[in-house]
C-alpha cells in the first residue's frame, strides 16, 4: 500500500491531538486510532471510482481514522464553508453586518448553479449579506459565494483569514466563475464585465480538445484545494467553538443544518433522525469523468455517542457521479454503525 494512500497511525495521531478542544467536550478522551474502521474505510476508498481520502474523528471518545489524509483534493463547493468562515469573521470585528446589503453587479451573475442569477440575470438587486450566506450553504449559490468573496476583499484575503486561525493544508485562491472558465478552458480577464448570458455563450463555444484538456488538469490543480484532514480540523475547531462566537457559530452551524445538496452522500449513509450539518461540492464532467465529488459534515450519534465530524473528496471520478455519492453514503454508514456500537 502507498504512502500516500494510508498515513501513519503515529503522524495522524499527533495531527489530531494538536487540534485543542473547547466546545463540544470539556475533557474529551485522548486521540485513539481506530485501526477497525480505519480497515473498512480503506476497503471502502480501494473500491471507490476515483481517488478517495476519508477523515472522521469522534470529538467525545477521541477516536479517529482516515485514509490518504494528507493527500490535496480540489474542494469544489465544499470550499464555500471557509468563505462563510472568513465573512463572519468580517462581522464579528464588525467591518461587516448580517443585514449589510451588497449590490449584485452585472459581472457577478454566475451562469451556474445560481438562484440569484435566475431572479437577477443582470444583477442591479441589493442581497444582505444574511442571505448570500443562506444561499451560498443551503443551495451552493455560485453568484452569492462571488459576490461574499469580493466583499471579503478577494481569494487571497480569504485565505489569510484561515491563515490567521491557524487553519492550514486548505486554501482559496479563485471565484467560482474563475474556477468554472479554467474547467472549460476559457481565458478571461479578472476584470472581465461579461454577463452570465455572454459567459455562458463563450463557454459554450470551447473546442472539445480544449475542453477535454483543461478538464483533466483540473483536478490536479492545487488551487482552491484542501487535504481531508485539514476540512476535519476546520470543522472541529468550529464546533468547539474556537472560530467564531457562539451567536455566530451557531449562525453558520445552523445554515449548513439547512444544506439542499448531495441527498445521495453523507445523508443518505445515516438514519434519517440523525441531523446532518454539511456542504457539499461537485467539479465538473466532461467525457463520463468528473473532477471532484466531495462532501464534509458534522453528525451527532444516537444517545452518548458523541458528535463525528468527516470528510470525504474523491477526485478523477470515472462514471456516473452517482457512484461517487454512493462511496460517500457508504462512508456515512460505516462510522456510524461504528461508533454507535455498544462497547
Given at each position: 500500500m502507498s504512502p500516500g494512500f494510508r498515513l501513519g497511525a503515529a503522524f495522524l495521531l499527533a495531527a489530531l491531538v494538536a487540534m485543542l478542544p473547547v466546545r463540544v467536550a470539556a475533557a474529551p478522551a485522548p486521540a485513539a486510532l481506530d485501526r477497525g474502521l480505519q480497515h473498512r474505510l480503506e476497503a471502502i476508498a480501494r473500491a471507490a471510482p476515483g481517488i478517495c481520502g476519508i477523515a472522521v474523528r469522534n470529538l467525545d471518545t477521541g477516536r479517529f481514522a482516515g485514509v490518504a489524509t494528507t493527500d490535496t483534493f480540489p474542494m469544489a463547493s465544499t470550499y464555500k464553508l471557509p468563505i462563510a468562515l472568513a465573512v463572519l469573521r468580517m462581522v464579528e470585528r464588525g467591518e461587516a453586518s448580517l443585514d449589510e446589503p451588497v449590490r449584485l453587479r452585472p459581472a457577478d451573475m454566475n451562469p451556474d448553479v445560481s438562484e440569484l442569477t435566475q431572479r437577477f440575470p443582470r444583477g442591479g438587486a441589493d442581497v444582505s449579506i444574511h442571505e448570500l450566506l443562506?444561499?451560498?450553504?443551503?443551495?451552493?449559490?455560485?453568484?452569492?459565494?462571488?459576490?461574499?468573496?469580493?466583499?471579503?476583499?478577494?481569494?487571497?484575503?480569504?485565505?489569510?483569514?484561515?491563515?490567521?486561525?491557524?487553519?492550514?493544508?486548505?486554501?482559496?485562491?479563485?471565484?467560482?466563475?474563475?474556477?468554472?472558465?479554467?474547467?472549460?478552458?476559457?481565458?478571461?480577464?479578472?476584470?472581465?464585465?461579461?454577463?452570465?448570458?455572454?459567459?455562458?455563450?463563450?463557454?459554450?463555444?470551447?473546442?472539445?480538445?480544449?475542453?477535454?484538456?483543461?478538464?483533466?488538469?483540473?483536478?490536479?490543480?492545487?488551487?482552491?484545494?484542501?487535504?481531508?484532514l485539514a476540512m476535519a480540523g476546520l470543522l472541529e475547531r468550529l464546533w468547539r467553538g474556537e472560530l467564531l462566537p457562539a451567536a455566530l457559530t451557531d449562525t453558520l452551524e445552523a445554515m449548513l443544518g439547512r444544506c439542499e445538496t448531495g441527498p445521495a452522500r453523507l445523508r443518505a449513509g445515516l438514519p434519517p433522525s440523525i441531523r446532518l450539518a454539511h456542504r457539499t461540492g461537485t467539479g465538473g464532467t466532461w467525457e463520463n469523468h468528473t473532477a471532484a465529488v466531495n462532501d464534509v459534515g458534522v453528525f451527532t450519534l444516537p444517545g452518548s455517542g458523541g458528535t463525528v465530524v468527516v470528510a470525504v473528496f474523491l477526485r478523477d471520478v470515472r462514471g456516473p457521479v452517482a457512484a461517487a455519492e454512493r462511496t460517500i453514503a457508504q462512508v456515512a454508514r460505516t462510522v456510524f454503525d461504528a461508533w454507535n456500537a455498544p462497547e
Open positions: 443562506e444561499q451560498v450553504l443551503r443551495t451552493s449559490d455560485n453568484t452569492a459565494c462571488d459576490v461574499l468573496i469580493r466583499r471579503a476583499g478577494g481569494a487571497a484575503r480569504v485565505t489569510g483569514e484561515l491563515r490567521s486561525l491557524g487553519l492550514e493544508g486548505l486554501r482559496v485562491d479563485r471565484r467560482e466563475a474563475e474556477m468554472g472558465n479554467d474547467w472549460f478552458g476559457l481565458h478571461v480577464a479578472l476584470d472581465s464585465t461579461w454577463t452570465a448570458e455572454r459567459l455562458r455563450a463563450e463557454r459554450g463555444g470551447i473546442r472539445p480538445r480544449l475542453r477535454g484538456h483543461a478538464a483533466r488538469s483540473f483536478s490536479h490543480d492545487r488551487r482552491d484545494s484542501s487535504t481531508p
